[in-house]
């Protein structure tokens, strides 16, 4: 006899009846788990990244000063500093490059289930 939550069959997913729950018993290729890796240490990088910015962009220089390109002027809570060119493109492209990250994260993980899913029907 076979134990409890397991089959001869080489089924993908396999259903424990003393939990109730199912556990997944699939691989998932080498490939679509460094694509998920990957934008997900992007994305934590942009979140970091976004709150180191916001966190220091206020200690700026009050005054502009060229030799440390300090040319950009930024209103941080009714006070004037000024931020260097590379600070004033973080702030406008961190947060439509973590959508963009949250959007391609969702797909990928999407995309895992689906395929998993239908390997799971194919072997039952």
């Known amino acids: 006899m076979l134990a409890e939550g397991r089959s001869s069959s080489p089924r993908r997913w ?32 942009c979140v970091v990244a976004w709150f180191v910015l916001l966190s220091t962009i206020c200690s700026n220089p009050r005054a502009a000063d060229t030799a440390t390109h300090h040319t950009v002027p930024y209103n941080c809570h009714g006070m004037t500093v000024f931020i260097t060119p590379l600070e004033r493109d973080l702030l406008h492209w961190l947060v439509p490059v973590g959508f963009v990250l949250i959007v391609l994260l969702h797909a990928v993980v999407f995309s895992i289930l689906i395929r998993m899913h239908k390997t799971t029907s194919i072997a039952d």
């Open 14 to 45: 396999q259903h424990s009846a003393s939990t109730g729950s199912v556990f997944s018993m699939t691989r998932v290729p080498i490939l679509w788990k460094i694509l998920l890796g990957l934008i997900f240490a992007s994305l934590l990088a």
